[in-house]
């Protein structure tokens, strides 16, 4: 079946650290991709996109995502995280020319001040 | 300007009860989906309304599973004979793309927490 993945459930990190959680999609052909974060209290909200064009893209609060088409991935990245980035990290993957928008189970990222 | 609103923010039920969610979309998103988010789990899509084309069901997960959008506005997530399986954050998301392809965000409300007794 086809899925969206995140291996990683939870991930504690001191501040500082850099992140890198990991997100693996089987959906062949064209696919546009979104991180999504959910802080503590609050509704989910995009944190970056790809839709064609340059894979390394930006998102907010020094956020970045990799698309590596022949590895079916898109890890974010941050190289230094911040006590405020403690959330829930949501990968989605939206196949081209279909309405369909899938998340992966999401990781849960606490930051130790 | 206004976001994605849910009602009611929280709701207990009996098992074998009927319940219904509601979503107030972004004033003039044509794009409505439900997701429904149970603890450990990720988003599952259940359903999705673009405009007035028939909606995509595909991920209702049984027939006690029902929505409807009037007017291609306000959206109702109906579930009849309540479960305890049924109990979860249930989503809803709104978005402006109009093509098949989601090439605008998707704008959350902030859920219903169901819980069925």
């Known amino acids: 079946a086809q899925s969206v993945s995140q291996h990683n459930h939870h991930v504690i990190l001191s501040e500082a650290a850099s992140l890198e959680l990991g997100c693996n999609y089987s959906?062949?052909?064209?696919?546009?991709l979104f991180w999504y974060v959910q802080y503590p209290g609050q509704h989910l909200q995009l944190l970056l996109k790809?839709?064609?064009?340059?894979?390394l893209v930006k998102g907010i609060k020094g956020f970045e995502a990799e698309f590596i088409k022949s590895k079916f991935s898109f890890n974010l990245r941050k190289p230094s995280v911040q006590w405020s980035d403690t959330a829930e990290y949501f990968c989605?993957?939206?196949?081209?020319?279909?309405?369909?928008?899938?998340f992966g189970a999401g990781t849960r990222l606490t930051v130790k001040p | 300007g206004a976001g994605v609103s849910q009602s009611p923010s929280n709701k207990v039920t009996e098992k074998g009860k009927d319940v219904e969610l509601r979503c107030d979309p972004i004033?003039?998103?044509?794009?409505l989906y439900w997701y429904r988010q149970s603890l450990g789990q990720g988003l599952e899509f259940l359903i999705y309304?673009?405009?007035?084309?028939?909606?995509?069901k595909s991920g209702l997960p049984s027939d006690r599973f029902s929505a409807e959008r009037t007017g291609g506005s306000v959206s109702t997530l109906t579930i009849q004979r309540t479960q305890q399986e049924d109990s979860a954050v249930y989503l809803c998301?709104?978005?402006?793309?109009?093509?098949?392809?989601?090439?605008?965000?998707?704008?959350f409300g902030n859920g219903t927490r169901l819980t069925v007794t």
């Open positions: 998301a709104s978005s402006s793309s109009r093509a098949r392809q989601v090439n605008s965000p998707l704008h």
């Open positions: 959906y062949g052909g064209t696919v546009n």
């Open positions: 790809y839709f064609s064009g340059d894979p």
């Open positions: 989605a993957v939206n196949p081209y020319n279909n309405n369909d928008m899938r």
């Open positions: 004033s003039g998103h044509t794009a």
């Open positions: 309304f673009q405009g007035n084309s028939a909606p995509d």
